[in-house]
């Protein structure tokens, strides 16, 4: 909606222009047939052929008209110039024949998938070859990239309808689409609708592989041409031109700062995701505008004529530049709000997303980087199994995105079944539990725990709260003083975040270093998260003193924070900026005096405490048992060691006595 109403184009009415057309030629069923075909189940030379002779002339031509200009084929199209029928073919010799397996006696014929080189150019014949020079115009993307060019037929829309079908029958005659060269084919056609003043550009093509099969692809492009009636609108992209090259300007100050800060790491300022996403959202708003000359210059040399019988190919450009600034534009409004969640990190309350994808951004990497590698396992596997009979595994690319789609719930296990109906089963649970009931499990659980740990660090406010805060800094912001320092910081070319960057980084950080030596304390207000704080007013209502206590013992008072700002810095800021950035301090210190999380830790330490004197007084208990064990021991041991020297000196007395008989005897 966004593109549409920046480009001009009509909204919600540029739908019905294109489906009006597309029922006509894309949903009408083909004529002469016994099974019901359209534009999609075309799969033969002669279904296409019918297709054109029962639907395409017939919608262009409604009730065999007698043609002529400003015809309304749906609704107020009006038919420009005339319809294009052009195809590619192969040539003979676009690729070569096995001679072991190819009989030497038949006729040797090759024609391979389509490749631009490898085309048949011949011109001679009653349908000419034109180059791409001639034909002009953009490649065409579908499987492959076909360009410009190729063998070519017009039919003026100011014939009548006899005239049209005549031209058909030549298509059919002279063998236009045939099952063994064609590669391509193509209906092309302009309209124009007064109402919106846009174009729209038509191709109903079909792509045919080597093999035969048949692949039908649409492109309704809706575009305008600029008219001096957008003179004004150009005039705002020309302001908003200014706009943009000022950030840019701004965004190579800033690295050229970080250059000088960080030197011999020239890139590192782009290792930040949103200097990354800012680079990435200024350089698609330069190719948008660089488009969007392009396209008025490419405007303003169209030679238009309604009148004209030609096919309308000097549109192509027009066409081409105007869906590229629609495409790169839908592009850069995802950026645009994504840099949304920047500012938001500046609320605790709506930076959850943001931090959270911070804290387990390491964890999830890795989680991704082997989830690719099973990816790349299984989108090889499945070609190799499927890829003969099962579209969406006919490619890398296309298995790739079947196995996404699989983990979303949208797949075709009957075609999967169908091929190999054993070996569907294995590889489709394998790739289930693997990818969707363990990966992707894992990494919803790396996200719950990260949410969890940012979600507790969270201070808990009430809306009432966050309604009073709002209401009060809108009002501060409104106010006349407020309004006047700013004016006097644009007379001195300075802004408000600038110079509170300067405070910040030059004078208030060195000196939080000097105090606090920890890496955790990385904003200013650290000072106020970590201590006690007592305020304390005058009789005008004005922080007279305010004192911050950290469990260091070190303090910062209200005067202390201000004398560590230059007095010239502290002027251009001005006693009203600077009495709201301490009042902010302040306030989200008395948000944290009621957050959960410090008071479930409070009581962790008191319960810490509680175990440590109980284990404590239990030491002591057994400690003094252990004491009064060891002396009862100690005595006892004593006792026993008197009683045995007793014994031991009452049978050596005796042995001494017996001794001394036995000599007198002697």
């Known amino acids: 909606g966004i593109n549409a109403e ?18 006509q030629l894309v949903g009408n069923e083909v004529g002469r047939l016994e099974i019901t075909k359209t534009f999609e189940d075309l799969a033969l030379p002669s279904d296409w052929y019918l297709w054109v002779e029962t639907v395409v002339i017939p919608s262009l031509w409604p009730d065999q008209s007698p043609g002529g200009f400003g015809r309304y084929p749906t609704g107020q199209n009006i038919l420009l110039g005339s319809v294009r029928f052009r195809t590619q073919r192969m040539a003979n010799d676009s690729c070569e024949v096995n001679p072991r397996v190819y009989p030497a006696n038949l006729t040797r014929e090759c024609y391979h998938r389509f490749y631009a080189d490898g085309q048949d150019t ?6 000419p070859y034109l180059s791409c020079e001639q034909t002009g115009g953009h490649s065409l993307t579908g499987d492959r990239s076909y360009p410009c060019g190729g063998y070519v037929l017009d039919i003026p829309f100011h014939v009548n309808y006899s005239t049209a079908m005549q031209h058909a029958a030549t298509l059919r005659a002279h063998q236009f689409v045939n099952s063994l060269t064609t590669r391509m084919v193509v209906v092309e056609l302009f309209t124009y609708s007064p109402p919106f003043d846009t174009f729209s550009s038509i191709k109903l093509f079909h792509e045919v592989a080597a093999g035969g099969a048949w692949k039908s692809r649409t492109q309704f ?36 700062r970080d250059r000088k800060l960080h030197t011999g790491r020239p890139l590192r300022f782009f290792t930040k995701i949103w200097n990354t996403l800012e680079l990435i959202n200024l350089v698609c708003f330069l190719t948008v505008f660089v488009l969007y000359f392009r396209w008025i210059y490419a405007s303003s040399q169209l030679r238009f004529s309604m009148l004209s019988v030609d096919f309308p190919v000097h549109l192509e450009d027009t066409v081409y530049l105007f869906s590229m600034q629609v495409y790169i534009n839908s592009c850069n409004c995802l950026l645009t709000f994504l840099k949304v969640l920047k500012f938001v990190q500046m609320n605790p309350n709506f ?13 999830i990497i890795g989680v991704l980087v082997v989830f690719i590698f099973i990816l790349v396992a299984f989108a090889i596997s499945g070609n190799s199994l499927f890829g003969t009979a099962v579209e969406d595994f006919r490619n890398l690319n296309t298995s790739f995105s079947t196995l996404l789609r699989i983990l979303v719930g949208d797949f075709d296990y009957v075609a999967m079944r169908d091929e190999n109906r054993f070996v569907a089963a294995l590889y489709f649970w394998a790739f289930c539990v ?3 009931f363990l990966y992707m499990n894992f990494i919803i659980a790396v996200i719950s725990d990260a949410f969890g740990e940012v979600s507790s660090d969270t201070v808990k406010q009430t809306i ?20 006047m320092q700013r004016l006097r910081l644009v007379q001195h070319r300075k802004t408000l975040s600038k110079m509170l960057r300067v405070v910040l980084y030059e004078h208030v950080l060195p000196y939080k270093a000097k105090l606090y030596a920890r890496a955790r304390w990385r904003k ?36 202390g924070f201000k004398n560590l700002i230059p007095h010239s810095i502290y002027l251009l800021i001005g006693q009203v900026f600077f009495h709201d950035t301490w009042e902010e301090l302040v306030w989200e210190y008395d948000m944290t005096l009621v957050h959960p999380r410090q008071q479930e830790e409070q009581e962790e330490v008191d319960r810490v405490q509680h175990t440590m004197r109980l284990v404590s007084q239990e030491l002591e208990q057994g400690v003094s048992e252990m004491a009064v064990n060891w002396n009862r021991i100690l005595m006892k041991s004593n006792a026993l060691k008197q009683t045995i020297n007793a014994q031991i000196s009452t049978k050596a007395r005796r042995r001494l006595m017996e001794a001394q008989s036995l000599t007198t005897e002697t």
């Open 6 to 23: 920046y480009m001009g184009v009509a909204g919600e009415q540029s739908y019905y222009t294109v489906e009006g057309i597309r029922s």
């Open 122 to 127: 011949t011109t001679d014949g009653p349908i």
């Open 221 to 256: 492009r809706l575009f305008r041409v600029w008219t001096t009636k957008d003179a004004k609108v150009t005039g705002f992209n020309c302001g908003f031109i200014l706009y943009v090259l000022y950030y840019v300007g701004l965004l190579f100050v800033e690295w050229g």
């Open 351 to 363: 930076n959850l997303l943001t931090r959270t994808l911070a804290v387990c951004q390491g964890g």
């Open 434 to 436: 693997l990818g969707l």
């Open 464 to 483: 009432d709260i966050q309604l009073q805060k709002t209401v009060k800094d809108v009002r501060f912001s409104v106010s006349g003083a407020s309004i």
């Open 524 to 559: 200013l207000r650290s000072f106020v998260l970590r201590g006690a704080l007592s305020r304390n007013f005058n009789f005008e209502g004005v922080v007279d003193a305010a004192q911050i206590q950290s469990i260091d013992d070190v303090d910062l008072t209200y005067n």
